[in-house]
């Protein structure tokens, strides 16, 4: 069992930085490709960034790509979303998942087969 736990929320303004933290507990991340999803209300969730297991190679969605960067640190079993530029379209829930037989690359098309998921933090950005 894997207990992910996420922090790093808040409200910013538009143009603003965040840095979110997913840090797990219960088993090495080491075995899981590791992903950022987010929910904004009355929308469906929808992948933002994936890691692969090594770190090495990285995937985002096209919302986000060039503003935000994932990474890993499996010494510390935590992986990071670093969020620039954000806009209010940004605003959401972020969750992290944790994959132990898809890829990075095809994370984005497995929620459904996510083993594990933390629980949330609120991002909202203000205009």
């Known amino acids: 069992q894997v207990q992910l736990v996420e922090s790093g929320g808040g409200l910013v303004q538009a143009g603003g930085s965040l840095t979110l933290s997913c840090v797990a507990s219960?088993?090495?991340?080491?075995?899981?490709?590791m992903g950022w999803f987010r929910q904004a209300p009355g929308k469906k969730r929808e992948f933002v960034a994936a890691v692969s297991r090594t770190g090495r190679s990285t995937y985002y969605a096209d919302s986000v790509k060039g503003r935000f960067t994932i990474s890993r640190d499996n010494a510390k079993n935590t992986v990071s979303l670093q969020m620039n530029s954000l806009k209010p379209e940004d605003t959401a829930v972020y969750s992290c998942?944790?994959?132990?037989?898809?890829?990075?690359?095809?994370?984005?098309?497995?929620?459904?087969?996510?083993?594990?998921w933390g629980q949330g933090t609120q991002v909202t950005v203000s205009s």
């Open positions: 998942a944790a994959d132990s037989v898809g890829s990075y690359y095809t994370l984005g098309s497995r929620e459904s087969e996510v083993d594990y």
């Open positions: 219960g088993r090495t991340l080491s075995n899981y490709a």
